[in-house]
């Protein structure tokens, strides 16, 4: 696919969507970085990386703090030399079964923090260092939930549909800067964010978590499909594809 020798910060890289699309990236020689909260897990993503052949590195991020974010960015430059891709999958999802009256203020103002805050302290930053090069791709997880409805949660639907949003405006912004921005909307992927949320519902309906939650993974899209997808946008063959993703 031509990506050999790419960088990649790949956020919310741990597991996920995020973990599935750094190991794909880094099978198609993108150098990347696992940035994640959860320090111990993106490290062992990264050791998944390594024993296969790829090169990867590990780095702390709260996608919500913005010294965090520049950080991040400014470690990716200072190892690599320069950030061709941003894969932007750290989110979290709350709130879930709560009626808008239900639902905490706090939760609300937590989930968009994460969700959305994050997205565009990420997209600012790496952004900027895009713009200096005149190229990159941005890709940024948002959720058919948030565009087409159908979540669980208030605050998390809500977070998702800013997400894919903010997509839509940066695209124009920096594509005349040599840089390609999508808003990637998957379906019900079964990562370990939505199996909780399937068990919290199960619970919600009186109903047997565990048993719903083993159901779903079997049941549910497999995040190395949108893994897939992901690497093919980040790619110079997709240089004809303009707009939003939605995956199953």
Same mark, same amino acid.
């Given at each position: 696919? !031509?990506?050999?020798?790419?960088?990649?910060?790949?956020?919310? @890289?741990?597991?996920?969507?995020?973990?599935?699309?750094?190991?794909?990236?880094? &099978?198609? @020689?993108? &150098? *990347?970085?696992?940035?994640?909260?959860?320090? /111990?897990?993106?490290?062992?993503?990264?050791?998944?990386?390594?024993?296969?052949?790829?090169?990867? *590195?590990?780095?702390?991020?709260?996608?919500?703090?913005?010294?965090?974010?520049?950080?991040?960015?400014?470690?990716?430059?200072?190892?690599?030399?320069?950030?061709?891709?941003?894969?932007?999958?750290?989110?979290?999802?709350?709130?879930?079964?709560?009626?808008?009256?239900?639902?905490?203020?706090?939760?609300?103002?937590?989930?968009?923090?994460?969700?959305?805050?994050?997205?565009?302290?990420?997209?600012k930053h790496v952004a900027a260092h895009m713009r200096s090069r005149q190229s990159g791709v941005m890709l940024l997880?948002?959720? @058919?939930? @948030?565009? &087409? !409805?159908?979540?669980? /949660?208030?605050?998390? =639907? /809500?977070?998702? =549909?800013?997400?894919? !949003?903010?997509?839509? *405006?940066?695209?124009?912004?920096?594509?005349?800067?040599?840089?390609?921005?999508?808003?990637?909307?998957? !379906?019900?992927?079964?990562?370990?964010?939505?199996?909780?949320?399937?068990?919290?519902?199960? &619970? /919600?309906?009186?109903?047997?978590?565990?048993?719903?939650?083993?159901?779903?993974? *079997?049941?549910?899209?497999?995040?190395?499909?949108?893994?897939?997808?992901?690497?093919?946008?980040?790619?110079?063959?997709?240089?004809?594809?303009? =707009?939003?993703?939605?995956?199953?």
């Open positions: 696919m !031509g990506l050999h020798g790419k960088v990649a910060i790949v956020t919310g @890289g741990a597991r996920g969507i995020g973990g599935a699309a750094a190991i794909e990236l880094a &099978r198609e @020689g993108v &150098r *990347v970085v696992v940035a994640d909260l959860r320090a /111990s897990d993106a490290v062992r993503t990264v050791a998944e990386i390594t024993r296969a052949g790829g090169e990867a *590195v590990s780095v702390p991020v709260d996608v919500t703090d913005e010294s965090s974010v520049a950080a991040m960015v400014a470690s990716a430059i200072e190892r690599w030399g320069s950030i061709d891709i941003l894969v932007h999958a750290a989110g979290i999802l709350k709130g879930a079964a709560l009626t808008v009256d239900e639902l905490p203020t706090d939760v609300f103002d937590e989930v968009i923090s994460v969700n959305l805050r994050g997205a565009f302290l990420c997209s997880i948002a959720s @058919g939930a @948030g565009v &087409r !409805g159908g979540s669980s /949660s208030v605050a998390y =639907g /809500s977070s998702k =549909g800013g997400v894919h !949003g903010l997509s839509l *405006v940066l695209a124009p912004q920096l594509e005349p800067h040599g840089i390609r921005v999508h808003g990637i909307c998957p !379906g019900s992927i079964a990562t370990e964010l939505k199996l909780d949320n399937v068990a919290d519902m199960a &619970r /919600s309906r009186g109903e047997d978590p565990v048993a719903a939650r083993r159901q779903a993974a *079997v049941e549910l899209g497999d995040p190395a499909g949108v893994a897939h997808v992901l690497t093919f946008l980040a790619s110079d063959a997709a240089d004809y594809v303009r =707009g939003s993703i939605f995956t199953r």
